[in-house]
C-alpha cells in the first residue's frame, strides 16, 4: 500500500483567489466537518472530473502548514505552525478525533517541519526544526511513543522533511541548516547514521522523497538548483540532476514520487520536471500551455490512481496529471486548499489544506468512473456483514463492532460508533461466531474488538471464540437496550459533539437511515422509549451537550413529551415521514442537501434490519446515505430523492430476498 508523503507549505495565504461560493461554504455554521458539507457543487472541476466533498474547519482557527494520512489507521494529521501541535481526524467520519500537543513532556516539537507515515507499524514520524528531534506517534492511540534527538543538543539540525524505506526500516530526515540526512531505524527507534554533503545534497535541502522499490532517495535543493539521488541501502550517492538544457531546470523545489510508473515530480521555477526514476534523467518538462500554473508550488502523487497533483502559487488552481501519459486532464479552478496536500491511498481522496480560511479540502476523483449499481450479499445476514466489511475496510483497522444479529437494538446504536472509531460492524449469532464473520475477523486483524450487548445478546463462549482474533476485547453492556446504547455512546463520544440522534428502541425502522447520517456527522444514536427518556440515557446526553438533538420517527414512536424534554438538555428538532421510507428520505435530504456533492448511495432493505445496520459504517466511507425500499418496489419517496441526488454508484446492500432483481433493475433508472 502506497503511504502518503506530505508536503510543505511555501507560499502566502491565498484568500483572494478562493471563490465566493467556497468562501460562504467555509464560513458557513453548516460547513464544519462532522455537521454538514455545505458544499456547492459549483466547485466541480471544469471537466467534471473531481468534486469537493467537505470543507473541514480547523479547531481554534488554526491553519495547516503539513499534513500526513494514514491510509491504516485511518487518520489524517494536520501540523500547524509555532506550537499550534497536530490536530487528528478521521477519514472515516471527517471529525476531530485528538489534538497532540506541542509540548516537550509528553506531546510533539514546536516548528513542525516534516512528517512521514510507517503505516505498517502505526507510526507518524514528526520532524521538529527548533527542537531539532523527530517525535515518534502511535496512529491507534494518538499518543507520542518516543522523542528522538537527531544529535547532540549543541548542534544544530533544521530538520525540514522526512521521507521512509518501509522494507529497509528506515527514515531519512532531512536537515538544512546542517546540510545532511539523518537516517533513523523505525524498529529501534533511534538514529543510526547520517549522510553528509558527499552525496552531493548541497547547501540548504529543501525536499526528500523516496522510491522504496528502488531503494533511492531523491532531495531537492533551491540554492544549489540540483536533485540529488543517493541509495538508501548505502548513502552512498548514485546522481545529481542540475539545472540547464534538458536538465532539471531553475530551483526545484518540492517533489513527489510514483514508483510504479518510474517517474519523479519535480517543482522547478514555471514549470514541473519530469523524471525517469530508472535512468535519473529529466524525460519531460511540463509548462503552463500544456495545463500547468504558471507558479507551480507543491506537487503530491496518488500512486494507486496513477496521478499527481499540483497545486499553483499565483492561479490558485490544482492541476491533475496521469503519471502513465504526463498529461494533465483536469484542473480545478480557484479551489480552496492549497497551502498543504496529503493523498488517502486507502481511497484516493485528496486533502488539500487552506491557510487563509483554516480549513481542508476533501477532493475525491470522478474521473473514469462509470455509473454501475453493486449488489453486496452473503448467504445470510451474518454473511452478509462480512461481505460489507471486506469491501470497505483494509486489513489493521483499529477496531471492529461486533454484535448479534438476532435483534436490532445493540447494532443501531453500534453501527454510528464503527463509523466513527474507523472499523466495520459486524453480526454474530448469540451463540457463535459464524463463517463468515469468522474469516472476515482473521482478514481484517484489527487492533481491538467491540462487543456490544449483554450475554444473552453475544454469549462468553462467543466472546472467548472472539478473544482469538484481536489482542484486546471489549464488551459494553448494560441493564437494557437503552443503557446499552448510553453505553457505547460514552465509550466513543467526547462532550460537545455536533448532533446526537435518538430513535425508538422499541422499532427499528426510522433509526437505520439515521444511524448512517449520526456516523456522517460525527454523533451517537441514542435509544428512547415512545414515552419516556431512560434515565442512562438522559445521563449521557447531559454528559455530551450536543449542539443539537435530531429526534428520528414521528410522535407515534417518539412523542411530543420525549421531544420536550428532550430540548432541555439541547436544541431539538424531529425528522419524520409518513412512514420509515419518508423518513429515510427526509433524512437524506437533510443531510445530503442539493450542495453535498455526493454520488454513490447505498440502497437496503425497510421490511429487516440487518442489512442498513452492517451498511452504515460502509456508507459513510464513501460520503453516501443510506435509503430504505421495499422489496418488490422503490417507494415513492425514495425515488423523489434518488432523481434530486442523481447518483453515479448505486450500492445494494443483502440479497434478493431483502432486494428483488425488479428493485435493483428499477434502481438503475436513476444512475447518472
Known amino acids: 500500500m502506497l503511504i502518503s508523503r506530505i508536503l510543505r507549505s511555501r507560499s502566502a495565504a491565498l484568500a483572494a483567489c478562493v471563490s465566493a461560493v467556497m468562501i460562504a461554504s467555509v464560513m458557513s455554521p453548516s460547513s464544519a466537518w462532522g455537521v454538514s458539507s455545505g458544499v456547492s457543487s459549483a466547485v466541480r472541476s471544469s471537466q467534471g472530473g473531481f468534486v469537493v466533498r467537505d470543507v473541514v474547519p480547523l479547531p481554534g482557527a488554526l491553519v495547516p502548514r503539513q499534513m500526513a494520512v494514514d491510509p491504516v489507521a485511518r487518520r489524517l494529521y494536520v501540523a500547524h505552525p509555532g506550537d499550534g501541535g497536530i490536530s487528528v481526524f478521521s477519514t472515516t467520519t471527517r471529525r476531530l478525533t ?6 516537550p513532556a509528553d506531546g510533539v516539537g514546536a516548528e513542525l517541519s516534516g512528517l512521514a507515515v510507517d503505516a505498517a507499524e502505526h507510526h507518524l514520524f514528526v520532524g521538529s526544526y527548533s527542537d531539532d528531534t523527530v517525535s515518534v506517534v502511535d496512529t491507534e492511540t494518538s499518543s507520542v511513543v518516543a522523542t528522538i534527538p537527531l544529535g547532540a543538543p549543541e548542534d544544530t539540525f533544521g530538520p525540514v522533511d522526512i521521507a521512509l524505506d518501509g522494507p529497509l526500516r528506515r527514515a531519512f530526515v532531512l536537515n538544512t541548516q546542517s546540510s545532511d540526512i ?3 531505524d523505525t524498529a529501534s527507534l533511534r538514529v543510526i547514521g547520517g549522510i553528509d554533503g558527499s552525496a552531493g545534497i548541497g547547501r540548504q535541502p529543501e525536499a526528500i522523497a523516496v522510491d522504496a522499490a528502488r531503494h533511492k532517495g531523491y532531495v531537492t535543493n533551491t540554492h544549489d538548483g540540483t536533485v540529488a539521488v543517493f541509495s538508501t541501502v548505502t548513502g552512498l550517492p548514485l546522481a545529481t540532476i542540475t539545472r540547464g538544457g534538458s536538465a532539471i531546470g531553475g530551483f526545484p523545489s518540492d517533489i513527489a514520487l510514483d514508483s510504479a510508473a518510474g517517474k519523479g515530480y519535480v517543482v522547478v521555477d514555471g514549470a514541473i520536471a519530469v523524471i525517469d526514476l530508472t535512468t535519473d534523467t529529466v524525460s519531460r518538462v511540463l509548462r503552463s500551455p500544456e495545463g500547468i500554473g504558471p507558479a507551480p508550488a507543491q506537487v503530491e502523487v496518488d500512486e494507486t490512481a496513477g496521478r499527481a497533483y499540483v497545486t499553483d502559487h499565483d492561479t490558485h488552481t490544482l492541476s491533475v496529471i496521469d503519471t502513465t501519459t504526463d498529461a494533465v486532464i483536469d484542473d480545478l479552478p480557484r479551489v480552496l486548499g492549497t497551502d498543504a496536500l496529503a493523498v488517502d491511498a486507502a481511497t484516493s481522496r485528496l486533502y488539500a489544506g487552506d491557510a487563509t480560511w483554516s480549513a481542508v479540502a476533501v477532493i475525491e476523483p470522478v474521473v473514469g468512473r462509470p455509473s454501475e449499481l453493486v449488489r453486496i450479499a452473503g448467504a445470510d445476514r451474518y454473511a452478509t456483514s462480512a461481505e460489507v466489511s471486506s469491501k470497505t475496510f483494509d486489513p489493521g483497522v483499529p477496531v471492529a463492532y461486533v454484535a448479534t444479529g438476532a435483534t436490532f437494538p445493540d447494532a443501531l446504536a453500534g453501527s454510528a460508533a464503527a463509523a466513527a472509531r474507523g472499523g466495520p460492524l459486524l453480526l454474530v449469532a448469540p451463540d457463535g461466531v459464524p463463517v463468515p464473520v469468522d474469516a472476515e475477523l ?23 471464540a472472539l478473544e482469538a482474533k484481536a489482542p484486546l476485547v471489549q464488551r459494553l453492556d448494560g441493564a437494557d437496550r437503552y443503557a446499552v446504547s448510553a453505553k457505547i455512546s460514552a465509550d466513543v463520544f467526547g462532550p460537545g459533539v455536533p448532533t446526537a440522534f435518538v430513535a425508538s428502541g422499541d422499532v427499528f425502522p426510522d433509526a437505520l437511515a ?12 441514542l435509544l428512547v422509549q415512545a414515552g419516556r427518556v431512560p434515565d442512562d440515557v438522559s445521563t449521557e446526553l447531559e454528559r455530551l451537550q450536543p449542539r443539537q438533538i435530531v429526534v428520528l420517527g ?9 421531544l420536550s424534554k428532550l430540548d432541555m438538555i439541547a436544541p431539538t428538532r424531529r425528522i419524520a415521514g409518513a412512514n420509515r421510507y419518508e423518513t429515510a428520505a427526509a433524512v437524506t ?12 448511495v447505498y440502497v437496503a432493505s425497510g421490511q429487516v434490519f440487518p442489512d442498513a445496520l452492517a451498511g452504515g459504517a460502509a456508507a459513510v466511507t464513501e460520503f453516501a446515505p443510506v435509503m430504505l425500499v421495499e422489496r418488490d418496489a422503490v417507494p415513492d419517496a425514495i425515488g423523489v430523492e434518488l432523481a ?20 435493483a433493475q428499477q434502481l438503475r433508472s436513476w444512475l447518472r
Open 98 to 103: 485528538a489534538q497532540i500537543p506541542s509540548d
Open 182 to 184: 539523518s537516517v533513523i
Open 442 to 464: 482473521t482478514r481484517l486483524r484489527p487492533s481491538k474488538i467491540v462487543v456490544l450487548g449483554g450475554r444473552a445478546s453475544v454469549s462468553d463462549s462467543t466472546v472467548a
Open 514 to 525: 439515521g444511524s448512517a447520517a449520526a456516523a456522517r456527522l460525527g454523533g451517537p444514536v
Open 554 to 562: 414521528g410522535a407515534a414512536t417518539v412523542s411530543t413529551g420525549v
Open 589 to 600: 435530504a437533510d443531510l445530503f442537501g442539493a450542495d453535498s456533492g455526493t454520488d454513490t
Open 644 to 663: 434530486r441526488i442523481r447518483p453515479r454508484r448505486i450500492v445494494v446492500l443483502g440479497g434478493v430476498n431483502s432486494v428483488g432483481d425488479a428493485t
